[in-house]
């Protein structure tokens, strides 16, 4: 006989209405639900002495399925659910959000007690509850005609993906609204007057909030009859777009609960209507929105679904207090930045040491001129790196007196080595009042001002400008050993000598335009057409793409140099090995010649490409530096140390 006990009577208590903190009930089975995606499961649950089938497990929890830890006679707390009626039918059904499994199905191997099928009445059947650890949440529900489940309860299923609960703070009474109560808010109450303190959308003629809400995490597409109370975390700059369908303007920003986020964007006269009024950090409730799967591309929150904003959807600001988290980060140390991916999005913290005028570029895609500025930012970790507004970020920035500057969600590129992007929906937060900010600032006021800092150069890694100063130092054998670049950019250093450099298509005619690099077209005229710009130059700017052979004492390697390394590396510029080719051949074979041989601590790029069905690893210069012998020495004489301390 087993010897776990289970909390008698929870199965028929949690669907009678009561709240029952963190009953222990048996799992008896499993069914998958329907084929939507994502996938949700049903569980059989038992208490000992009646079981019930209609438990539905929220999605964050199908691992415990998938990974068998839900097998049948497993034990498990239920630490946070709910219950909710779902239409058509009237049909019960426990979410379950929170569960412990306090002994597998393995090692319990049998079922306990003689649990029996539980018959709901009409009262258990209107009746709601819901538990958790933290705090009891009541539910309200209308009263429904008593419905039990059948054998229909997969056609249900998917609309139960979420539940309707009180405010954690209400009182746990049940209202005894009949069934035909018409409204949002039923016929015995009265219906807010949302028209009034709503930004859109109509309603009834008093100023009551939403006394029922859903949690962000149980939100699926299969129902339009909700209600969220949320924060505002994030909010974008107004932006244009433009397609086949139409064109207009669109913003979007991130809802938080204490059960999850959601991204929701709101296009066209939504924008108008709900772009001013709608603010950082303040807490609002939402509903008539449409769901959909969420666009990884542009979406970044942990939540499968997407709001988009209709003419009918409401926003009612909230004016209680209420505990709902407020903005979280998760903040990525500087010297971190080249382990990451590049288009990475990642959360930063740091001093605004350096702050660059404001410029104008033009953007390639569009020809829309922007607003740029670029700050220097750094951190305890005695490393800084660039970072770049844009747009009104840009223009209103204010950088004085090395303020503390949180970034909540910018990417990481790599694009010349690892720098920084604001996107539209970054947060950018001057002085926050967290305790990293305080503790940043501290630090830099007392040493961080003296501090000779590493920087992440701009032709791609750490480095002091000592030939020595490279980071994740490798020679090519151990590249080639180790398949360097196979799922992603990797860099490295290495000290190598050129054995052979190709002259061939080693130089081309550029567009002279500061931000165009395409090759043009000999016009036979006097004039070179850029297909890129849809333009005739009366000139072009030379460009260099030089082919080299690499090689150390372990094996060699082929790599690419691109304009300001080969610069660096033939010791001309591009427009003097052009002219120089162009009138003396000689002289042009001489200077590869004479560069032939010479040695440099170089910082290297490699990627495994693919094209036409082959593979090949790709390796491009980023940065060669001639050898400062006794840097380099000292950093021998290291790894001799390290070496001997590991013997």
């Known amino acids: 006989m087993s010897n776990w006990k289970l909390t008698d009577g929870a199965i028929e208590g949690i669907m009678a209405g009561e709240t029952l903190d963190r009953p222990v009930l048996q799992v008896l089975g499993q069914k998958l639900v329907g084929t939507q995606t994502p996938e949700r499961y049903r569980l059989l649950l038992s208490d000992g002495q009646y079981f019930h089938s209609s438990a539905l497990l929220a999605t964050q929890l199908n691992n415990q399925v998938t990974s068998g830890r839900l097998a049948a006679n497993a034990v498990i707390r239920l630490d946070k659910y709910f219950c909710n009626v779902i239409q058509p039918g009237n049909k019960k059904v426990m979410i379950l959000l929170e569960l412990t499994v306090l002994a597998t199905g393995s090692e319990v191997a049998e079922k306990i007690g003689n649990p029996q099928p539980l018959k709901l009445s009409a009262g258990d059947q209107n009746a709601g509850s819901s538990g958790t650890t933290t705090s009891n949440i009541s539910k309200q529900e209308p009263a429904r005609t008593n419905q039990g489940f059948g054998s229909d309860f997969n056609q249900n299923a998917k609309q139960s993906g979420s539940a ?178 590049a288009n990475d999005t990642i959360d930063v913290i740091g001093i605004v040491k350096e702050v660059d005028d404001i410029r104008m570029i033009v953007a390639k895609q569009t020809g829309k001129e922007l607003k740029k500025r ?124 050129f054995v052979f450099l190709k002259k061939d298509n080693c130089l081309y005619q550029a567009c002279p335009q500061q931000d165009c690099n395409k090759k043009v077209i000999d016009q036979g005229n006097g004039n070179y057409r850029c297909e890129k710009c849809q333009k005739d130059y009366p000139s072009f700017k030379w460009r260099l793409i030089l082919q080299a052979n690499l090689a150390d004492f372990s094996d060699n390697q082929w790599i690419t140099c691109f304009q300001d390394t080969a610069e660096a590396v033939l010791g001309k510029s591009a427009d003097e090995i052009g002219q120089l080719r162009e009138e003396n051949s000689s002289a042009f074979d001489y200077m590869l010649t004479e560069a032939t041989f010479k040695t440099f601590i170089f910082r290297l790029r490699s990627k495994i490409e693919t094209f036409n069905d082959e593979s090949r690893l790709k390796t491009v210069c980023v940065q060669a530096t001639p050898v400062n012998y006794v840097d380099y020495n000292r950093k021998l004489i290291s790894d001799i140390e390290a070496l001997v301390g590991h013997v």
């Open 164 to 341: 309707l609960v009180n405010d954690s703070r209400m009182s746990c009474n049940k209202e005894t609204t009949s069934q035909n109560s018409k409204g949002f808010y039923g016929n015995n109450q009265k219906q807010p007057n949302i028209a009034a303190k709503t930004f859109g959308g109509t309603a009834g003629t008093d100023g009551e909030t939403p006394t029922k809400v859903h949690p962000i995490a149980s939100l699926t597409p299969y129902q339009n009859r909700w209600t969220i109370r949320a924060r505002v975390t994030q909010k974008s700059e107004i932006r244009s777009w433009s397609n086949s369908r139409g064109e207009g303007t669109l913003f979007d920003m991130v809802l938080l609960d204490e059960s999850g986020e959601i991204r929701a964007t709101a296009f066209k006269s939504e924008v108008d209507k709900f772009y001013n009024l709608i603010e950082v950090n303040k807490v609002y409730y939402f509903r008539k929105a449409v769901l959909k799967a969420a666009n990884k591309q542009y979406s970044k929150t942990n939540n499968d679904y997407d709001m988009t904003f209709t003419s009918e959807t409401e926003v009612l600001p909230c004016d209680d207090d209420c505990d709902l988290p407020t903005i979280t980060f998760n903040f990525v140390s500087i010297n971190q930045l080249e382990s990451r991916n």
């Open 374 to 497: 670029e700050i220097t930012l750094v951190d305890e970790s005695k490393v800084q790196v660039r970072m770049t507004l844009w747009g009104n970020e840009a223009e209103k920035f204010d950088g004085s007196d090395n303020p503390v500057l949180a970034i909540k969600s910018c990417r990481v590129s790599d694009w010349g080595g690892r720098s920084l992007s604001a996107l539209s929906s970054s947060q950018i937060i001057l002085n926050p009042d967290i305790p990293e900010s305080y503790r940043l600032r501290g630090w830099f006021d007392s040493v961080g001002r003296s501090v000779d800092y590493v920087e992440f150069k701009r032709e791609g890694g750490v480095g002091t400008g000592s030939s020595a100063g490279g980071t994740n130092w490798k020679n090519f054998s151990e590249i080639k050993a180790q398949n360097l670049g196979q799922d992603k950019a990797e860099y490295f250093t290495s000290k190598a000598t």
